[in-house]
Every structure is written in structure tokens, then in C-alpha cells.
């Protein structure tokens, strides 16, 4: 059963920092590229990140470039998502997500396996 778990969201005030983990089981990890997606109320699921199988490309989304990096460790089966400069925009669910893909990907309908999704609320 493939499992991906979410954690390390929670309340910031804004110009602050967050590193959201995302632990992977059940699937080969290094055949999977991995990508954060996040979602607001009221609004469409949105890419925020997407990391090659290897960790060796990554690919943002321009609201997030120089804020936000995404890596991975292979050896633990987890992605990472370090946010710092955080905005009360940014304030949404964050959800990761796998996908057979190669290279990196911002289509969620190519991802197929989803986490539950960790909360993240910046305030003002």
C-alpha cells in the first residue's frame, strides 16, 4: 500500500520559514519524481514544486522561485519543502505527490499517488 505522509506545516507569521517533509512508502522511491502541489480555499490545486528522480532537477512555480526549494533524500524515502519568506498568500493545505514521470512535472494529472496534505497558514 503506497503511503505518502505529509508533515512540518503549521501557523508562521509572515517572513518566516517552514520545512514541510513528505515521507514515501509502499512504492520504489527513486523511480518516482516527486512534486508539492498546494491548495487554497476556494481555489484550484496549484504546482508549487517538482523534483527530478535523482534530485538533480527541480522546477518551481514563479510565485515561490527563491523562496521555496524543494530536495529529496533517497536513502529515507522523503522529499523536503523549505519555505522561508512565507506570505499570507501562501497560506493554503500543501500536498505532495509521485509520479512515474521522468524529470519534473507540473501537471497534477500526472501525478498518481497523493498525500493527505499537511496545513499551512501564514498571518499578517
Known amino acids: 500500500q503506497v503511503q505518502l505522509v505529509e508533515s512540518g506545516g503549521g501557523l508562521v507569521q509572515a517572513g518566516g520559514s517552514l520545512r514541510l517533509s513528505c515521507a514515501a512508502s509502499?512504492?520504489?522511491?527513486?523511480?518516482?519524481?516527486m512534486g508539492w502541489f498546494r491548495q487554497a480555499p476556494g481555489k484550484e490545486r496549484e504546482f508549487v514544486a517538482a523534483?527530478?528522480?535523482?534530485?538533480?532537477?527541480?522546477y518551481y512555480a514563479d510565485f515561490v522561485k527563491v523562496r521555496f526549494t524543494i530536495s529529496r533524500d533517497n536513502a529515507k524515502n522523503t522529499v523536503f519543502l523549505q519555505m522561508n519568506s512565507l506570505k499570507p498568500e501562501d497560506t493554503a493545505v500543501y500536498f505532495c505527490?509521485?509520479?512515474?514521470?521522468?524529470?519534473?512535472?507540473?501537471?497534477?494529472?500526472?501525478?498518481?499517488?497523493w498525500g493527505q496534505g499537511t496545513q499551512v497558514t501564514v498571518s499578517s
Open positions: 505527490a509521485a509520479t512515474l514521470y521522468y524529470g519534473t512535472n507540473s501537471n497534477p494529472k500526472n501525478y498518481d499517488y
Open positions: 523534483i527530478s528522480r535523482g534530485g538533480g532537477t527541480t
Open positions: 509502499g512504492l520504489t522511491f527513486t523511480n518516482r519524481a
